[in-house]
């Protein structure tokens, strides 16, 4: 019975331990548009499966002990920069290297000493997309046939409306990828950039969709996909934050071939 007891009191003190080390609040957000295979469905709700995201989130914090902390919300684009600018988000899922929503957080820094240990959890290309027979052509550093007055579709606040800005495309700038993809297959705009993750996987599998639709070689991006923290709250859980993104990349790993973790030994 002693024995019993001892281990029991033990059990009690490693749990009270692990929700010691747990943020009081925990407040996650994860895109609202579907990202196969990262995140499935479109909206608020998440879909069963969620997409491997999700799956991976959920299991770093179980691993951390504070799966029961957290709140994970699917919201837009536009309304996770106001909540982060406002201090209402602790951490942002989904997140490409580079875009304006990473450069108000703080992502997994490079290790090593030639910054070759990385704790991304994979890669996100950025594409154009036209409608089939399209006259417009891409080389990876050219768009040709492209009439003067014509806009590339975007949405607003993504990285593709930076890459636009910088490249000096003009741009169409939509409040979701949805309707963004709407306006290119109504014609309004010729060209869609957006990341694959949104369309690869629907091309794929909507025969419909992928009769009108085509994808232009090559990608004109390729960057790091993260899990971002705000810096207010990466600083004040540094240690929280520093074993979540370390279990983040560990699922990445176990679960994806082609991933980008590689954790330092």
Sequence with gaps: MLRCALTIAAGLITTTAQAGACPERLRIA???ASAEPFVRGQGDDFAKPPGLLIDWVRAALR???CLERAELLRLPARRVRVMIEAGQLDLVAGVGEGGPIAALLALPPHVGPRHDFD?????VEYAF???????????GSQLSALPPEARIGVTAGSRA???AQERGWPADLAPSHESALLKLLAGRTPLLLVHGYYLDERL????????QIVKLSPAVERRRLHVGALPAFARAENGFVTRLWRELCKQSA?????GACRLAP
Excluded: C, K, M, N
């Excluded at 704790?119 to 890669?123: A, D, F, I, P």
């Excluded at 997309?129 to 080389?139: K, L």
């Design 204 to 211: 794929r599998h909507d025969p419909v969709l992928a009769r």
């Design 119 to 123: 704790q991304s959890l994979g890669h």
């Design 161 to 163: 409306e930076v890459l």
């Design 30 to 32: 994860f895109p609202d």
């Design 129 to 139: 997309y036209a409608r089939r027979g399209s006259p417009i052509g891409w080389d």
């Design 63 to 65: 691993e951390t002990g």
């Design 254 to 258: 176990a679960a994806r071939a082609d």
